[in-house]
């Protein structure tokens, strides 16, 4: 279902910005400085405006991505901590799985071991 809203909205980009970029696609000046446009140091001439609608997106995207990722931090620390301590209860496990095996070996007991001197009441 994920899958299919994700290609849905995708698509609705494609069918939004395909357009867009075919009908904006004269040259333009970006200015950097608001103070002064006509600094030719920080004004970059003669970009088609589709490549600042696009470039306006992916930066977005990135942000978004960048606030995400960092906010779920405390997640991330978490599952790692919980998989240190399912390894470590793995380890414990199969050490115990190998004793119990090699107690059996000794004592030339095969199968299940039984009850020792427990009583049912």
Sequence with gaps: MARLLKYVFLFAIIVILVPLSVANRHEVSLSFNPFD???PRLTVHNIPL?????????LGVIIGGLA???????YRKEA???????DKWHREADQLREMQTDT?????VKGLMGPDNRSAA
């Design 68 to 74: 995400v990722w960092a906010r779920q931090g405390r």
């Design 37 to 39: 446009p006509q600094d």
């Design 80 to 86: 790692r901590v919980k998989r240190r301590e399912a």
């Design 50 to 58: 589709f490549w600042i609608f696009f470039a306006s997106v992916a």
């Design 104 to 108: 059996r070996q000794a004592a030339g």
